[in-house]
């Protein structure tokens, strides 16, 4: 099993970035896939979550400027950012559940002028 996440960098305060995590060696269409991140300091927190029927759940904190997606073809999920904001500024990790619980690498963001 692998959770591949790209798209972190370096952004300024109200920019956008994309992030993806490509899955592979699980049944992807089935899996509740997530986003979320740890700041320095912090616990892991969620962001947001899709469902395998495609309902979305968001962190207060994000509602609003944060879009989570899935292709379940290309066994993808993406996390859209728009107007970012310095505390932002995390490491970002995707996780995949169906019983068992998957976390890939992290992506690091950084949100800073």
């Known amino acids: 099993v692998q959770l591949q996440a790209s798209g972190g960098g370096l952004v300024q305060p109200g920019g956008s970035l994309r992030l993806s995590c490509a899955a592979s060696?699980?049944?992807?269409?089935?899996?509740?896939m997530s986003w979320y991140r740890q700041a320095p300091g912090n616990q892991r927190e969620l962001v947001a979550g899709?469902?395998?029927?495609?309902?979305?759940n968001y962190a207060g904190s994000v509602k609003g400027r944060f879009t989570i997606s899935r292709d379940n073809a290309k066994k993808v999920i993406y996390l859209q950012m728009n107007s970012l904001k310095p505390e932002d500024t995390a490491v970002y990790y995707c996780?995949?559940?169906?019983?068992?619980?998957?976390w890939g690498q992290g992506t690091l963001v950084t949100v800073s002028s």
């Open positions: 060696g699980i049944t992807f269409s089935s899996y509740t």
């Open positions: 899709i469902f395998a029927n495609g309902v979305t």
């Open positions: 996780n995949g559940r169906s019983g068992r619980n998957y």
